[in-house]
């Protein structure tokens, strides 16, 4: 089982509880105690309140985008304080290797990459430098139009759903009326984020290699949708996504 991510404050907090837990169990099966069967309470909850310990230490160090195994040097006297250095360094901003950020946090490249006014103005500027034919530029542009108008119909319809107006199964239905893009033969950077619904919650932002991986192993449903960061309008399915 892959382990994901949890911030600093989390680890912390339950790494804190696991050592009063820790104290709390010695006071209890104290040596001079007649009662055996306490010394083997102590060990069974002692080896529980150890993997709880290694999961968390694992989970931390998949936040700073290193590798669980460094874990093992928790087990090496005087090397193991080395850990304390991860441990209280904050977290990757934006989706890594191991999962998705505990803080919802987006890097700015890709709030800067994704606002649509930036990429009306690109457009602009590649149609002015003869980059673009005019039909390119008016394609391009009538695309970006037609996303800004399905995003304020999700929004109406999203409004209507939390105000408990609609049912989710007429949510759904209009949700999946709305235009959308064909992604079956559009390329992805591996690494643009998206944001994925999936059980009626939403999820991310996380990458597309990421997002792939979960249709793949069938941790999610591929026919759940997905929309790019700082765009509310979903603009297509997991599945499509290559």
Same mark, same amino acid.
């Given at each position: *089982?892959?382990?994901?991510?949890?911030?600093?404050?989390?680890?912390?907090?339950?790494?804190?509880?696991?050592?009063?837990?820790?104290?709390?169990?010695?006071?209890?099966?104290?040596?001079?105690?007649?009662?055996?069967?306490?010394?083997?309470?102590?060990?069974?909850?002692?080896?529980?309140?150890?993997?709880?310990?290694?999961?968390?230490?694992?989970?931390?160090?998949?936040?700073?985008?290193?590798?669980?195994?460094?874990?093992?040097?928790?087990?090496?006297?005087?090397?193991?304080?080395?850990?304390?250095?991860? *441990?209280?360094?904050?977290?990757?901003?934006?989706?890594?290797?191991?999962?998705?950020?505990?803080?919802?946090?987006?890097?700015?490249?890709?709030?800067?990459?994704?606002?649509?006014?930036?990429?009306?103005?690109?457009?602009?500027?590649?149609?002015?430098?003869?980059?673009?034919?005019?039909?390119?530029?008016?394609?391009?542009?009538?695309?970006?139009?037609?996303?800004?108008?399905?995003?304020?119909?999700?929004? *109406?319809?999203?409004?209507?759903?939390?105000?408990?107006?609609?049912?989710?199964?007429?949510?759904?239905?209009?949700?999946?009326?709305?235009?959308?893009?064909?992604?079956?033969?559009?390329?992805?950077?591996?690494?643009?984020?998206?944001?994925?619904?999936? *059980?009626?919650?939403?999820?991310?932002?996380?990458?597309?290699?990421?997002?792939?991986?979960?249709?793949?192993?069938?941790?999610?449903?591929?026919?759940?949708?997905?929309?790019?960061?700082?765009?509310?309008?979903?603009?297509?399915?997991?599945?499509?996504?290559?």
């Amino acid at each position: *089982m892959e382990l994901d991510r949890i911030r600093r404050k989390k680890y912390f907090v339950i790494t804190i509880c696991i050592s009063i837990l820790q104290l709390c169990l010695l006071y209890i099966c104290k040596p001079n105690n007649s009662n055996e069967s306490y010394g083997e309470f102590y060990f069974v909850f002692a080896i529980i309140l150890t993997i709880i310990g290694f999961r968390v230490l694992i989970q931390r160090l998949h936040d700073v985008n290193l590798s669980g195994w460094y874990s093992l040097l928790a087990l090496v006297p005087i090397i193991n304080f080395g850990l304390l250095i991860p *441990m209280f360094r904050d977290g990757t901003i934006g989706p890594n290797e191991y999962g998705e950020d505990p803080k919802k946090r987006i890097p700015k490249k890709h709030k800067a990459s994704n606002d649509p006014n930036n990429k009306i103005s690109l457009l602009k500027k590649a149609h002015e430098s003869g980059i673009l034919t005019t039909n390119e530029f008016e394609r391009s542009k009538n695309e970006l139009t037609s996303e800004r108008e399905s995003e304020i119909k999700q929004k *109406m319809l999203t409004d209507l759903y939390e105000a408990g107006l609609i049912s989710k199964y007429d949510f759904e239905l209009k949700l999946s009326e709305l235009p959308q893009i064909d992604l079956s033969n559009k390329k992805f950077d591996p690494s643009t984020l998206f944001y994925y619904a999936s *059980m009626g919650k939403e999820h991310g932002p996380i990458s597309v290699s990421a997002i792939i991986k979960l249709v793949n192993s069938k941790k999610i449903n591929g026919n759940c949708f997905i929309r790019t960061v700082n765009n509310k309008n979903y603009i297509g399915r997991a599945k499509e996504l290559r």
